[in-house]
């Protein structure tokens, strides 16, 4: 039995596709004789979380998730304070570096509290080895590996500078800082996860041996999953019997989702219905865009997404920015539904355009023309619905990529066992 220890600047209770990777991931480990842990940024709940925090941080034994509380000493850390001065630290990096847009940041990349928290969960659990999520909690992490001697995990979620640079609202000097704190992730790790093929290349490129990066991909739960869950509750509930139900969902205040919903509603759905009135789009996601019309509903957050995805006919895709994989479109596919993406949108997974997906460059005429092809063809979106179904049960299922992670997580400690104390 190994005892992993995973380390997020990001609070486990906003749902995400870096949380649902996390927490995907750390579920089918925990089925493989590993404990799991896992430290996140504290909530704070009340204004007395200034002086006294209230966080807790979980222990995952086969699947199950269980709160374990911090001591009194740990907790006075002074938690409202430290997130007081990450904050002011963000803004000024922003206003030095002209990236005024909140959708960067840089604050948890100095996170004392983070390293208090991962220190003491480390040395009560007998940690084994540190994984860290993202690279803003690396310095807290390798402090960390450092003291306890013990091997550690960059798991990438991305290459964060190119998901920043595609959204287009960040400097020059924002995109070198980011760099280099990406390059140092990757310097002071001992094993680098890679969610594709290509940002394993990208990494190797930038000097990383290539026996230090594996490729653990974006995955999903399959057996969630079925064309049949809810479609005829999902679609009576909405008034959707009748209708050719496209779907698109993400949190929709994340820049990269927002963008594609508004080209959807705006754009792309006017001109399909011009040739099909009966097409209705769902939109789910929590703060969703404004978006209005008879043909267009907008759910907001949904706890039985599958049931949603299930009552869709063709999910749809027009993304432009972003990093890593996307993981809506593995849930798509698992659940048997034809997809049009642009190339963008499918960046990193392996899948043949024509057979397990359709894809086009861009959100136009040619998109368009996919859609059309669709909803036409129902043989068509049979066919594909079905081998994307077989690609991601064969490449993409929780179940066996957690088996590839464990053992890497074993094969590093014994050769870290192995080595000397210095």
Request: net charge positive.
């Amino acid at each position: 039995m190994i005892n992993i220890c995973i380390c997020a600047n990001l609070s486990l209770e906003e749902p995400s596709g870096g949380i649902d990777r996390i927490l995907n991931l750390a579920k089918n480990v925990s089925t493989h004789e590993v404990n799991v842990y896992l430290v996140a940024r504290s909530r704070l709940k009340s204004p007395f979380s200034i002086l006294l925090d209230n966080g807790t941080y979980y222990q995952i034994e086969n699947g199950i998730a269980k709160e374990r509380p911090y001591p009194l000493r740990i907790r006075l850390f002074f938690p409202g304070v430290t997130k007081l001065l990450q904050e002011i630290l963000d803004r000024m990096v922003r206003i030095l570096t002209y990236s005024f847009s909140s959708d960067v940041g840089l604050s948890y990349v100095i996170d004392p509290y983070l390293f208090i928290k991962l220190l003491f969960v480390c040395k009560k659990e007998r940690i084994d080895l540190v994984q860290f999520e993202f690279p803003a909690p690396s310095i807290s992490s390798f402090l960390v590996k450092r003291l306890l001697r013990i091997p550690l995990v960059y798991d990438a979620h991305n290459i964060e500078t190119e998901r920043i640079r595609s959204m287009g609202n960040a400097s020059g000097v924002y995109l070198t800082i980011t760099k280099l704190v990406e390059h140092v992730s990757c310097k002071i790790s001992d094993l680098i996860f890679a969610v594709s093929e290509r940002d394993k290349e990208q990494f190797v490129s930038w000097g990383v041996p290539e026996h230090e990066v594996e490729v653990i991909p974006n995955s999903v739960d399959v057996s969630r999953f079925s064309s049949g869950l809810g479609n005829n509750e999902i679609r009576n509930e909405y008034h959707l019997e009748n209708k050719v139900v496209l779907l698109f969902h993400g949190p929709l205040d994340y820049p990269p989702n927002r963008e594609a919903a508004e080209i959807l509603a705006n754009i792309l759905l006017p001109q399909i219905l011009r040739k099909h009135s009966n097409v209705h789009l769902l939109l789910i996601g929590r703060n969703s865009p404004i978006a209005s019309g008879p043909n267009i509903t907008v759910t907001g957050f949904v706890r039985n997404l599958p049931d949603y995805i299930a009552a869709a006919d063709i999910a749809v895709v027009p993304v432009l920015k972003g990093g890593g994989t996307r993981i809506k479109i593995l849930e798509y596919m698992a659940c048997g539904k034809a997809v049009v993406s642009t190339i963008k949108g499918a960046e990193g997974l392996n899948l043949q355009n024509g057979r397990d997906i359709l894809m086009t460059k861009y959100p136009d005429s040619k998109f368009i023309n996919l859609v059309l092809k669709l909803i036409e063809d129902r043989d068509l979106r049979k066919n594909i619905g079905t081998n994307a179904k077989r690609k991601v049960e064969s490449f993409y299922d929780w179940k066996e990529t957690a088996k590839r992670a464990v053992q890497n997580y074993d094969q590093l400690i014994r050769a870290y066992e192995k080595k000397p104390k210095n």
